[in-house]
């Protein structure tokens, strides 16, 4: 499956109405133990990708944030490489707290 017809389901997911999108997310990432720590990292690096695209900052932040948590225990470099053009769109919103803390993060 192509990249693109991925992170246009996943911004159709995103884009569920709030009650659902809420909870969505916590959801599919229960289903994984964080011993799944690379695969469960990009999974979310693509999920943040999504938010950014349906203009939900904060969540996305949120998602790069547990993505970044999750890769630094990997011996994978593409969780983290998948992550970076996440945190470059993320850097135009570094007034918003969220953001500033998950810029911070990547930076430590």
Same mark, same amino acid.
């Given at each position: 499956m192509?990249?693109?017809?991925?992170q246009?389901? +996943?911004v159709?997911r995103v884009?569920?109405? *709030? &009650?659902?999108r =809420?909870?969505?997310?916590? #959801?599919?990432?229960?289903?994984?133990?964080?011993?799944?720590a690379r695969?469960?990292?990009l999974?979310?690096?693509?999920?943040?990708d999504?938010?950014?695209?349906?203009g939900?900052?904060?969540?996305?932040?949120? +998602?790069?944030?547990?993505?970044?948590d999750l *890769? &630094?225990?990997? =011996?994978?470099v593409?969780? #983290?490489?998948?992550?970076?053009p996440v945190?470059?769109c993320?850097?135009?919103?570094?007034?918003?707290?969220?953001?500033?803390?998950?810029?911070e993060?990547?930076r430590g």
């Amino acid at each position: 499956m192509s990249r693109g017809i991925e992170q246009r389901r +996943a911004v159709r997911r995103v884009t569920l109405n *709030s &009650a659902q999108r =809420a909870h969505w997310p916590a #959801r599919v990432q229960a289903k994984y133990e964080d011993t799944h720590a690379r695969d469960k990292s990009l999974y979310l690096s693509w999920l943040a990708d999504s938010y950014l695209t349906a203009g939900e900052v904060e969540q996305s932040a949120k +998602a790069t944030s547990r993505a970044l948590d999750l *890769s &630094a225990g990997v =011996a994978s470099v593409r969780p #983290r490489q998948r992550l970076a053009p996440v945190l470059r769109c993320l850097s135009d919103h570094r007034a918003l707290s969220e953001v500033a803390d998950v810029l911070e993060k990547a930076r430590g």
